[in-house]
Structure formats: C-alpha cells, structure tokens
C-alpha cells in the first residue's frame, strides 16, 4: 500500500512532531509512503473567508501537486473533509470536474485510513493515561469519522478512554469563526474543557489539531491540568 502524505499549513508550521508520527505509524501498519515537497495549502482559509475565486488558485495546486492514483492521508479531519465536501462544488462542471472527484475518493484522514483502508487497529502502542475523545465538527459531519477514532485507540495498551457529556458539540473553534466571533468561541470551548474535566480526563485526544489548539488554549487559561493530544501522537507512544 503506498500513500501520498499531505501535511496542513498549521501542522507544518506548529505540530510538525504529529506529522512525523503519523509517518511512524504508517510505517509501522505497512504502508509506503511519500511526500512531495512542492505542496502547500488546500485552499480551505480561503474559501471560509469568502474568497471562493481566490482560493480555486489554491485548490487547482493541490490537484496538480497530488495528481496520479496514490491515496492521499492527512492528520486532519478540517482538510480531508474540505477536498471532499467543497472541492466538487468549487469545479462543478468544469474541466477538471472528473479530476476532483477522483481526488475526493482518495483522500483519507489519517483514522480513518488506518481503519478502512489498511484495516489495522493496533499498532502495538502503550499510553498509561485517562482520555476523552473530541469528534471534530469536520470528522464527524464531512468525513462520518466515529467509530475509527475509538477502535485505535482501544487498542492502546494502559489508555483508559472515558467518554464526555455533548461529545459531538463543536468546540468553537470553526477557523475564522474563533476570529470574527471571539466571545462565542470562547464559551463554547470552555464548555467542552468542563465536559473534558468531568470525566476526570487527563488528556483530550482528537483527530484535529485545530480544535485541540483552541481547546489548549481555554485549558491554559484557566490553568486547567489537562493536556491535548492528536491520535497520531498516541498511537507513536510506547514501542
């Protein structure tokens, strides 16, 4: 099985450890993979701002960069379910329209490849913690990412996974959402901390490092214990 790796902006830019884990594992399930150096974006910034034209410039990169028939995986849900969700409305009936959507079925966050793709839920993984698990707006409602999440990480050797009250409750985060509506996004991440916290978590575990990055934000400032973890981190753990 081989795979094209597309690693997002923030992922490269502030979490570049997750993506060399993600690669670990990978590796480790049996997978060959590559990385092409010429990516950048996949455009989504763009589009939630409201410049869809601007960011067809962006989408038409990312389909050169990824051409070819190889599985593309990422470690986020946000990504993958943009290409899958929008990518087709953005080049409807143009003439790349066969190209996006072939890009489309091939595109795979990093979960649930592991689970639907290479069909491998352990990786021999060991974490002595207790965690709750975040759905993702994007995961759960683009992707129909659930159970894949859940299955890895059950099979990780000493992680005892609790679930929390509103597990499919946006966090608030929502990229520009977090920008233009402060307050409300500040409200619905502290709800998701306290729901975290009254499982006695130590950790709060997602596909999205997007979300966990405004989730440790709230944590931090109310000087919460807690800690945030992609699963790609969990699942590199104790081999």
């Known amino acids: 099985m081989t795979a094209q790796l597309f690693i997002p902006c923030f992922v490269d830019q502030l979490y570049p450890s997750t993506a060399f884990?993600?690669?670990?594992?990978?590796?480790?399930?049996?997978?060959?993979?590559?990385?092409?150096t010429e990516q950048t974006c996949c455009g989504q910034p763009?589009?939630?701002?409201?410049f869809s034209?601007?960011?067809?410039?962006?989408?038409?990169?990312?389909?050169?960069?990824?051409?070819?028939?190889?599985?593309?995986?990422?470690?986020?849900?946000s990504c993958v379910g943009f290409i899958r969700?929008?990518?087709?409305?953005?080049?409807?009936?143009?003439?790349?329209?066969?190209?996006?959507?072939?890009?489309?079925?091939?595109a795979y966050e990093f979960s649930d490849f592991m689970i639907n793709v290479l069909r491998v839920e352990d990786v021999g993984a060991s974490f002595e913690a207790i965690a709750t698990y975040h759905d993702s707006c994007a995961g759960l409602r683009d992707c129909g990412i659930?159970?894949?999440?859940?299955?890895?990480?059950?099979?990780v050797k000493g992680l005892r996974?609790?679930?929390?009250?509103?597990?499919?409750?946006?966090c608030g985060f929502g990229g520009s959402f977090a920008v233009k509506f402060e307050p409300i996004s500040v409200a619905m991440g502290d709800q998701k901390i306290t729901n975290a916290e009254a499982t006695g978590a130590e950790y709060i575990i997602s596909t999205d490092l997007s979300c966990l990055?405004?989730?440790?934000?709230?944590?931090?400032?109310?000087?919460?214990?807690?800690?945030?973890?992609?699963?790609?981190d969990v699942l590199a753990m104790g081999w």
């Open 21 to 36: 884990n993600m690669i670990k594992v990978l590796e480790k399930a049996g997978c060959e993979v590559s990385y092409n």
């Open 46 to 50: 763009a589009y939630n701002a409201g």
């Open 53 to 77: 034209n601007e960011s067809k410039g962006v989408c038409l990169k990312f389909l050169r960069d990824f051409s070819g028939s190889d599985y593309i995986v990422a470690p986020s849900a």
């Open 85 to 106: 969700s929008h990518y087709q409305k953005l080049f409807d009936n143009s003439s790349v329209h066969n190209e996006v959507k072939a890009l489309a079925a091939r």
């Open 146 to 155: 659930k159970t894949q999440p859940r299955q890895l990480l059950s099979r």
């Open 161 to 170: 996974l609790v679930e929390m009250n509103d597990v499919e409750t946006c």
């Open 213 to 232: 990055m405004h989730l440790d934000g709230c944590i931090q400032h109310k000087n919460m214990p807690m800690k945030t973890l992609h699963i790609a």
